[in-house]
């Protein structure tokens, strides 16, 4: 098994990351940039999920 360090640009980090998932490649770590912006993406479709009635709102009891 061979380790591999690489720097991409952040605009093809997610085209990589899909390619080396398909030939099964072990990714040990991925951006903590990438992470927070996927954090985002999905607070956003949340947001827009409660907004468009799709998804019960959120209460005090959540947090």
Known sequence: ?????IQVKDNDTE????VLKRINAKII?????QLLLDGIKQGI??????K????APLSLSDI
Request: no cysteine; hydrophobic share 35%.
């Open 1 to 5: 098994m061979t380790t591999l360090t």
């Open 15 to 18: 085209f990589l990351l899909e």
């Open 29 to 33: 770590q991925t951006s903590k940039k």
């Open 45 to 50: 479709k949340e947001a827009k999920d409660i």
């Open 52 to 55: 468009a009635g799709k998804t």
